[in-house]
C-alpha cells in the first residue's frame, strides 16, 4: 500500500528548536510547503512518553495536526552511543537541561564514557507526517560514527561537534550546512519521507 501523499500548501513543522525547523525548512524548500514552526503558532509541546524515536515523532506530529488543523512533521531525533548502551537515546536533549546547554550535555557525554576505548555512536532520527484525521506516515534515517573528544568545529547544533561521522574527516560541527545535509540521519530519513510522501 502506497504512503498519503502531501498535496502542498502549509505545513506545520512540530518543533520549538530553531535550528530543527530552519534544517527541516531548507530540506522541504524544493517541494511548495509553506513551513510554519510549532512554535509561531503557539502549540504547546506535548509530553513526550515514547520510548523510542518514532514514538515521540508519532506523538509530537499528530498532537500538531489535531491542534493547528493542518498536515504536521515531526522529527524525534537523539545520539546513541554504544558504551553507554544506547544513552542518551531518547533523553539526548534532555541531558542539555532546561536551558538546552549542548556543550554541558557534551561534557556529560564524555565523563559517562570515560576511559571506554569503544567511542561507536548513531545519530538517529525519525520522521513523521501527520493529518488532522489522525493519518501518520513514519520514517527512520541513520548515521554510524563516533565520538571525539576535545570539541571540533562550530557549525551545526547538539552534539554535532562531537560527532564524527564514518569514513569522514570533518565532525558534523565542522561541516558546511550542505555537507551536513547530504550525510545526515535527518536526511536519510528526509529522503524516504520525500519518496514516498512528496514526489509524483
Known amino acids: 500500500m502506497s504512503a498519503r501523499h502531501f498535496e502542498g500548501g502549509k505545513l506545520v513543522i512540530a518543533s520549538h528548536n530553531p535550528g530543527k525547523v530552519r534544517e527541516i525548512g531548507e530540506l522541504l524548500a524544493p517541494f511548495g510547503a509553506k513551513v510554519v514552526s510549532a512554535g509561531e503558532l503557539g502549540l504547546d509541546e506535548p509530553e513526550e512518553t515514547g520510548v523510542t524515536f518514532a514514538e515521540n515523532a508519532e506523538l509530537k506530529a499528530r498532537a500538531a495536526a489535531l491542534a493547528s488543523g493542518l498536515p504536521a512533521l515531526a522529527d524525534d531525533s537523539g545520539l546513541a552511543v ?23 550535555a557534551m561534557h ?29 506516515e513514519t520514517f527512520e534515517g541513520i548515521v554510524h560514527g563516533t565520538l571525539v573528544w576535545p570539541l571540533r568545529g562550530a557549525h551545526g547544533f547538539g552534539y554535532d561537534p562531537m560527532f564524527l561521522p564514518k ?15 547530504a550525510i545526515s540521519h535527518r536526511a536519510d530519513a528526509f529522503r524516504k519521507l520525500v519518496d514516498a510522501c512528496f514526489k509524483g
Open 82 to 104: 554504544d558504551a553507554l548502551l544506547g544513552a542518551p537515546g531518547i533523553f539526548s536533549a534532555r541531558w542539555a537541561g532546561p536551558s538546552k546547554d549542548f556543550g554541558h
Open 108 to 136: 556529560k557525554l564524555q565523563s559517562e564514557i570515560g576511559d571506554n576505548p569503544d567511542r561507536r555512536a548513531q545519530f538517529v532520527c525519525a520522521l513523521s507526517l501527520a493529518w488532522p484525521d489522525g493519518h501518520v
Open 167 to 181: 569514513d569522514r574527516s570533518e565532525t558534523f560541527g565542522e561541516m558546511t550546512p550542505a555537507a551536513k545535509h
